[in-house]
Each structure stands twice: as structure tokens, then as C-alpha cells.
């Protein structure tokens, strides 16, 4: 038996080849937007628990992904206006804090809160330092 040897050219093998690899990644990046939309579609319906995380109790996984973060960024944004707000208003706000204390009720209310959160924390043996300062 005779061994047969053919010999093909680089230079005819090297197209073909780089044709058929850029053939393959043609399909793979038409492929790509429905495999990132899958991605993205099984992210937002990922079944979560009220922090945003995956919880290892299925029963804790009652709420959407989005949902929760939609709903984090949306507290975050109120939280920033509220600050942007009283900010703003912070000499109103005094004046008018100050103006509640200047009465009996609001006096009173001050009192009853500064014994009460005292008395709380007598319970729990926790030492409190407080110092009022008017100017």
C-alpha cells in the first residue's frame, strides 16, 4: 500500500478557515441579543425578599427583583428631596420648633418624651448623656 500525501497551500487553507470562524461569530452575535435579553428578563423576575436578596426560605421570595430595587431608588430620591427641603427651610423649621417649646403643651411634650426615653433606657441599663444648650 502506497501512503497518498497531499499538500494543500497555507495560502489556500487560511481563507477558508477564517471565513468559517467569522461565519461562526456572525451567528454567535445574532444570537447575542436574545441570549441578553433572556438574561435580563430572568433578572428582573427573579424572586427576591424584602431586602432585594434571594432568601434561602422560598416563602421570604415573594417579591420582584425590580420591583424592590425600583422601589429602593425611588425611597433614596424622596430621602435626598426631603433633606434638599428641610435644608432650605432649616431657620422656619427652628422658629417654629422653638416656638412649640415657648408653650406649656410643647414644653410638656419635651418633658414627657426626655422621661420616658430615661425611664426606657433604665430597663436596658444603658447610660445616657444629655445636654440641652440654648442659645
Same mark, same amino acid.
Given at each position: ?7 494543500? %497551500? ?7 478557515? $477564517?471565513?468559517? +470562524?467569522?461565519? !461562526? &461569530?456572525?451567528? @454567535? =452575535? ?27 426560605? %422560598? ?7 425590580? $420591583?424592590?430595587? +425600583?422601589?429602593? !431608588? &425611588?425611597?433614596? @430620591? =424622596? ?27 410643647? %414644653? ?28
Amino acid at each position: 500500500m502506497s501512503d497518498v500525501n497531499l499538500s494543500i %497551500s497555507q495560502e489556500v487553507v487560511k481563507p477558508i478557515i $477564517e471565513a468559517q +470562524i467569522k461565519t !461562526a &461569530i456572525a451567528a @454567535a =452575535l445574532g444570537k447575542q441579543d436574545a441570549i441578553i435579553k433572556s438574561a435580563i428578563e430572568a433578572i428582573m423576575n427573579y424572586q427576591v425578599d424584602y431586602q432585594g436578596k434571594h432568601s434561602q426560605y %422560598s416563602s421570604d421570595n415573594k417579591y420582584n427583583f425590580v $420591583e424592590i430595587h +425600583i422601589q429602593e !431608588a &425611588i425611597q433614596t @430620591a =424622596l430621602k435626598e428631596a426631603i433633606q434638599e427641603w428641610v435644608k432650605e427651610n432649616q431657620k422656619r423649621i427652628k422658629e417654629e420648633f422653638f416656638g412649640i417649646l415657648k408653650t406649656r403643651k410643647g %414644653s410638656s411634650a419635651l418633658v414627657k418624651a426626655f422621661i420616658d426615653g430615661i425611664a426606657q433606657s433604665l430597663d436596658h441599663s444603658i447610660t445616657i448623656n444629655t445636654v440641652f444648650k440654648y442659645d
